[in-house]
């Protein structure tokens, strides 16, 4: 079991940049791969970013490459996702969640919300223009 409290969200301006946190608990955060997803309204749940169990292997969606950073500190059992130059379409709740069945995001299959196993309750971040 897994469990998993994301935050951080908030209201921001375009341009702006914003830290969410992911803190877990339950299995050993360093064994397995972390990602977060986010779902606009009417809009279904969206890969937003992916992490490996030691933070040597990131995977991005396009839309946020070079904007987003995605990092963890297995020391403190946290998860994080580092958002700049924000845009009013980055508008959405935001879910961190786990793997528990691979150390590394696999490769076909990681930016599928149906391959993840544990999924956090989300945070809200909404951008304004």
């Known amino acids: 079991q897994v469990q998993l409290v994301e935050s951080g969200g908030g209201l921001v301006q375009a341009g702006g940049s914003l830290r969410l946190s992911c803190a877990a608990s339950?299995?050993?955060?360093?064994?397995?791969?972390m990602g977060w997803f986010r779902q606009a309204p009417g809009k279904e749940r969206e890969f937003v970013a992916a992490?490996?169990?030691?933070?040597?292997?990131?995977y991005y969606a396009d839309s946020v490459n070079g904007r987003f950073t995605i990092s963890r500190d297995n020391a403190k059992n946290t998860g994080y996702l580092q958002m700049g130059s924000l845009k009013p379409e980055d508008t959405a709740v935001y879910y961190c969640?786990?793997?528990?069945?691979?150390?590394?995001?696999?490769?076909?299959?990681?930016?599928?919300?149906?391959?993840?196993?544990?999924w956090g309750q989300g945070t809200q971040v909404t951008v304004s223009s």
């Open positions: 992490i490996s169990w030691s933070g040597g292997r990131t």
């Open positions: 339950g299995r050993t955060f360093s064994s397995y791969a």
């Open positions: 969640a786990a793997d528990p069945r691979n150390p590394t995001p696999v490769q076909g299959y990681y930016y599928s919300r149906e391959w993840w196993d544990y």
